[in-house]
């Protein structure tokens, strides 16, 4: 039979276990989100310089 102490140690050791596996969960899930936003941003600047090169020839045209 197990003393009350080791059952306690047990115990104390299987919640360090899940606040672990929860903490490493969190901290997936903010570098996904993260990462999710910088691929948003990333899109964005990508688009925005895309129109601008689109914009260019436009403005020569009408400048001649």
Known sequence: MESKD???AIRVDSIGRE????ATELAYAEVISYNRKNLARELQNESRQYN???DRPKRREEEI
């Open 19 to 22: 606040q672990t596996k929860i």
């Open 6 to 8: 080791t059952v306690f």
């Open 52 to 54: 601008r090169q689109q």
